[in-house]
């Protein structure tokens, strides 16, 4: 695994987060320790990973996605890929792949199903082939599960105007290099004056999980390593 440990691409992770409107709860978004990340969230994400089928570095979400219920559930993901700067995009979520997406625009992915309290990887990554960034809306998806008189499962899924509340949704941005970065001007002096873990409590270095850098120009930033 390659790590982007520069000051200036963990600056480069600048979080905003919505005003949280309530949602459906069916399904969630989950940090890798289980921790729910708010709809509404704005995350950037800069981990250089190596995909262990072709060798290639992406750039993952280190997102999951949980069932709330306390049973099986039909779930699917709809994604606005509003940016992409160069190389191509992949998601394998729920079961199926869809890979070498290489335009901006909107799809989704086709239904599946997730068991009582599962929690499961969204599979969603960013293959960069230069520096730049990737920002990508996703939006959870509820599906009905339909079985036939055979056992064949099948999805229909649920309109939102039809359902009480919206799904979740987040948006990640991926970067990799400095030149990506937006949120800090070119020139100024910045430095960090604090780096806090999910639980607020105040570490030496970013961890792997979520972090809090704060930095002497005012800004906040989270990032998720």
Do not use: H
Not at 158 to 170: A, G, L, N, R, T
């Amino acid at each position: 695994m390659k790590t982007i440990k520069s000051l200036l691409l963990i600056a480069a992770a600048m979080f905003t987060t919505a005003s949280y409107a309530q949602v459906d709860q069916t399904f969630s978004f989950v940090d890798k320790d289980g921790k729910e990340v708010k709809s509404g969230t704005v995350m950037t994400v800069n981990t250089i990973e190596e995909d262990p089928i072709s060798g290639e570095d992406m750039i993952p979400t280190g997102l999951y996605v949980k069932n709330n219920t306390k049973e099986k559930q039909g779930v699917g993901a709809f994604f606005n890929i509003k940016k992409m700067d160069n190389g191509s995009f992949q998601i394998c979520f729920p079961q199926l792949c869809m890979s070498g997406i290489n335009v901006c625009g909107m799809d989704r992915t086709k239904g599946g199903s997730m068991n009582a309290g599962q929690v499961k990887s969204l599979s969603a990554e960013w293959f960069p082939k230069a520096d730049g960034v990737c920002e990508v809306e996703f939006k959870l998806e509820l599906y009905n599960i339909n079985t036939n008189k055979f056992g064949v499962e099948s999805y229909e899924r649920v309109e939102e105007e039809d359902m009480e509340y919206p799904m979740p949704s987040v948006t990640v941005n991926f970067v990799k290099g400095a030149t990506a970065i937006n949120g800090i001007k070119d020139g100024e002096n910045v430095e960090v004056t604090g780096i806090y873990d999910a639980t607020g409590k105040q570490i030496q270095t970013t961890q792997k999980g979520l972090n809090i850098v704060k930095f002497s120009n005012g800004k906040t930033v989270k990032i998720v390593k």
